[in-house]
């Protein structure tokens, strides 16, 4: 299989979710339908999916579901054998809000554990994820195969956490908080707070807001 | 100025948040020390900082603090004024947490009003921002002057909200729900949920995580 650089990649991982919302309504879709919905040119489009091992129809479109599968495939980001394993680690409003409802859901994700440093808070939170005190990291991120995080702890112990983390096994964190974290090669950080992402917005558009 | 292509903007982003947390500590800082923080290359680097209006001092580094200026005023992200005004729009758990506690503090962005369909929940917070129905998004917006928005209701009305949102005046949307939305040109999206935030570690990290 051809080496698929990264911005493919994050255009693909976008295509997969709005494949995914298509199945319901129709069996194919065309590059200009992909084109109307994401903004992506024509020829992006038909560039990116000419490295996946999909067969194109050109005048009649890709069929929806091979087409998704062919990502999934590519990007290993298929769903089923229970998704891979993530946990979440801080569980304020943030984080608690992740435990319940129907953010995983449906997802190449499963969430197979929760963790913060109160016993109290811990005891207050009704869940159906296991969780743990943040002591238990180190037996609990190897025993359940855990590889990915979402870090929700207060800021100034962002960095800390993560580097625990990283040590016990985690190599992706996705970072809630406002600390940039620094981490070894082969370990993956996205930023998803809310200030990195309207400053990308705002940057990425580059008009005035 | 320079026209400052999209990966570099994201990366100067990133940057941006780096100083900010170096300020604290050092008045320089050279690329190889940006580098060893984000795994980016020196040449890079170099060619992203190339794009502002600053003076490079290739032997000992650049000013942290002028760098920062620099980065803030290129991509429109300078704090003060207030800030761009954002509003969260649906406060269940994920939206209602960012009401409180440090979200936007220190950033570019004000939270000028939070909104949301049930009166029942908006007189049970209790907030220093200004809470409203959502039946109030037409006047509020305009009379506020914002034009950011954080979506965080249920995915099954999201694409509606945002369409309102937008008809009302709304350039730039967070999105943290599990719909991947459909925007004129003009509005640009950034998705923020946990899902497409671990999509983008595995798939772009490509490893079996």
């Known amino acids: 299989m051809k080496q698929i650089p990264i911005p493919s990649r994050r255009r693909l991982v976008t295509l997969s979710q709005i494949l995914q919302q298509l199945e319901e309504n ?32 050109r005048s009649n479109g890709y069929e929806v579901a091979a087409l998704r599968e062919a990502i999934a495939a590519a990007l290993d980001i298929r769903a089923g054998n229970g998704g891979k394993r993530c946990c979440i680690v801080g569980l304020g409003p943030l984080g608690s809000s992740l435990l319940s409802g129907t953010a995983f859901s449906g997802s190449a994700f499963s969430l ?26 180190k037996t609990v991120i190897p025993a359940k195969g855990i590889t990915l995080a979402v870090l929700c702890v ?5 960095q800390e956490m993560a580097d625990r983390l990283v040590s016990f096994g985690i190599r992706g964190i996705v970072n809630y908080t406002n600390t940039i974290l620094s981490v070894p090669d082969g370990v993956t950080v996205e930023n998803a707070n809310v200030v990195t992402a309207l400053t990308r917005i705002v940057g990425a558009s580059g008009s005035s807001l």
Chains 1, 2 share one sequence.
């Open 26 to 57: 129709g069996a194919r879709v065309t590059s200009s339908e992909i084109s109307a919905l994401t903004g992506w040119s024509d020829a992006t489009i038909r560039r990116d999916i000419s490295l996946l091992c999909v067969h194109s129809g």
């Open 154 to 158: 207060p800021d100034q112990i962002a």
């Open 112 to 137: 197979a554990a929760a963790f913060d440093t109160s016993m109290n808070r811990i005891e207050l939170l009704d869940s159906d994820i296991p969780l743990y005190l943040t002591t238990e990291l």
